[in-house]
């Protein structure tokens, strides 16, 4: 079996990602969730043991490691081919989609820190309205295009997986108002998922545990 390890589920929007991918495409793992220290030096040195650049997430199979959500992703797709569509224009479209996530919208990384909890709007500033507004077309245009109640088609696949803090970041900062049609109707159906309401009620819990520490 598959040994995922994680970050605190209240922080580790990528951990999340390969999480929620596995749960929802019911590909067995043992999760283990590690903690974020104030020392962090201590930390990269603990977590050098499970992540050779000491980050998470880092999936474990039987020995091999394999490290970075979207590298997890292509991991687990040559054995479980559900990771990504059927359909070849739709699994090409998925793919980019994915690796847009993994490697930009920038200026909304920053200024919505990864939250389960309700947070102040940020202020709109012409970077963040642009990435809003690419949002809203690139998940338009990936329903209307495939026709099904996900991002590439009928089935969940990687691409959901990794927009999946997004959907939690607009829901949070009071941003899904930028959403038009499909779009808004689909943030509501990954919010609604099952698996992702246990994600954040466990993230919820490390937050009540850490605050009732701290009352001490």
């Known amino acids: 079996m598959y040994t995922l390890h994680i970050g605190s589920k209240h922080i580790s929007s990528w951990s999340l990602r390969p999480w929620l991918l596995m749960k929802v495409l019911r590909i067995p793992f043992a ?11 201590e930390q990269r040195r603990q977590w050098r043991a499970f992540s050779p650049n000491s980050q998470v997430p880092a999936l474990d199979d039987g020995g091999r490691t394999v490290w970075d959500s979207l590298a997890i992703a292509e991991y687990l797709a040559e054995r479980h081919p559900q990771v990504w569509p059927q359909d070849a224009a739709a699994r090409a479209w998925a793919r980019c989609a994915a690796a847009e996530m993994h490697s930009g919208f920038p200026v909304l990384r920053t200024v919505c820190n990864f939250t389960l909890e309700p947070a102040a709007p940020p202020a709109i500033t012409p970077g963040l309205q642009r990435e809003l507004a690419r949002l809203d077309a690139l998940w338009n245009e990936g329903l209307e295009r495939f026709g099904g109640g996900f991002l590439a088609g009928a089935d969940f696949c990687a691409a959901d997986a990794f927009y999946a803090p997004v959907v939690l970041r607009l829901h949070h900062y009071g941003l899904a108002g930028h959403l038009n049609g499909e779009a808004a109707r689909y943030a509501e159906r990954i919010l609604a998922l099952s698996e992702l309401r246990q ?8 937050i009540s545990q850490t605050r009732a520490q701290t009352a001490e």
Do not use: N, P, Y
């Open 199 to 206: 994600w954040i009620s466990d993230g919820l819990e490390e």
């Open 31 to 41: 999760e283990t969730v590690h903690h974020f220290t104030a020392d962090k030096a």
